[in-house]
């Protein structure tokens, strides 16, 4: 079993990637991490996303990589990237590091983002630009940059983005010649993987329902508790703007409105971020405009680098099964690639 490869093809860019990949590895290895400063939530979060599994981090981010970057028929050193809701992961260095023209860091929090900077820093990787805000201040940042990006990547992003729709509206408006490339853990193909986020969901929206209950509470003083509660279920799935003029709709008509079909997901009511938000193949091809991209998935792949020999090898067998046979491959895949990719782009490379 080859257990040491990031990528098994062998072509020019896949061994650059797997080159760049052994030195990002090595050096994160190596990296002091407890002295760089970085607050404690986001240190939680990289050693237990990606530090303690460091290979797998770096093996996502060189599959990215390498998948995007070859759909754009585009050499490396040309690529304009960014990497879209990075927190402290490891693609946006990997991207550097194997030559990208233009690096561009974004995340929607500063914390996040002085982290990653700090990591990059320390390990001796100059990113480009680094952006925090959401879609549309990131869009508009990149604008007054005049930067164009090629490709706009993420790594388990995609199932917390509110309005999914608006997000590939915009970015089709503001950046028309970007591949969107992302992968996302909430696999709906993957009964496994749908049992373990509608359990999640369920815990999740009791804590969501209470706040959403407090917000009424406030918005309209004075309600009776059994409205209170019944209009707490049935705004689940709304968040900020849009959840305030559901309740204050209800304040002047005193009629309940449908709830949002959003099935067992459930979003933060004040940042408007998915718990997971699990879709069908078919909802994101809704969701994402036929007219301006064509939408296609692929299966991802099982980490085989656990401390346990077994579960390498199980997990090693998974993925012989998961090449040989796309279909089924879905259904025991841990994750999945969303790729969208612009009409425009498809049609400059005829």
């Not at 030559?99 to 974004?106: F, R």
Request: with cysteine; aromatic share 10%; charged share 25%.
């Amino acid at each position: 079993m080859i257990m040491d490869k990031f990528l098994l093809t062998e072509d020019s860019l896949s061994l650059l990637i797997q080159q760049k990949a052994t030195e990002l590895l090595n050096k994160l290895q190596h990296l002091k991490v407890d002295e760089l400063g970085i607050p404690d939530h986001c240190m939680h979060y990289f050693k237990g996303s990606h530090f303690k599994r460091l290979f797998f981090s770096i093996e996502t981010s060189a599959h990215l990589l390498y998948r995007s970057i070859s759909l754009t028929k585009i050499p490396v050193q040309e690529i304009v990237i960014m990497d879209y809701g990075a927190g402290v992961g490891t693609l946006y260095t990997l991207a550097k590091m194997i030559g990208c023209k233009t690096v561009i860091y974004n995340d929607h929090l500063k914390d996040w983002q002085q982290s990653a900077q700090l990591i990059a820093e320390a390990i001796g990787v100059p990113v480009d630009s680094y952006i925090v805000g959401d879609i549309d201040n990131t869009l508009l940042e990149l604008n007054e940059k005049k930067i164009q990006c090629h490709i706009i990547t993420s790594r388990n992003v995609v199932e917390h983005i509110y309005k999914l729709d608006y997000f590939y509206k915009s970015v089709s408006i503001h950046q028309p010649q970007a591949l969107i490339y992302s992968s996302t853990t909430a696999n709906y193909k993957n009964p496994v993987a749908r049992y373990i986020h509608i359990r999640l969901h369920k815990k999740v929206e009791k804590i969501y329902r209470s706040q959403r209950k407090e917000i009424i509470e406030k918005l309209i003083p004075g309600l009776k508790e059994e409205e209170v509660y019944k209009l707490a279920v049935l705004t689940r799935g709304l968040a900020g703007v849009d959840l305030e003029q559901r309740i204050l709709n209800y304040r002047t008509s005193k009629q309940f409105l449908s709830a949002v079909d959003c099935g067992t997901n459930t979003c933060d009511p004040f940042l408007g971020v998915w718990a997971e938000h699990l879709l069908r193949f078919e909802e994101y091809k809704q969701l994402i405009d036929g007219m301006k991209f064509t939408v296609e998935f692929e299966p991802g792949i099982w980490d085989t680098h656990y401390s346990s020999n077994f579960k390498n090898k199980f997990c090693f067998l998974l993925n012989k099964m998961i090449k040989l046979n796309s279909s089924l491959g879905f259904v025991v895949a841990p994750f999945i690639y969303i790729t969208a990719t612009p009409i425009t782009l498809q049609d400059n490379q005829k």
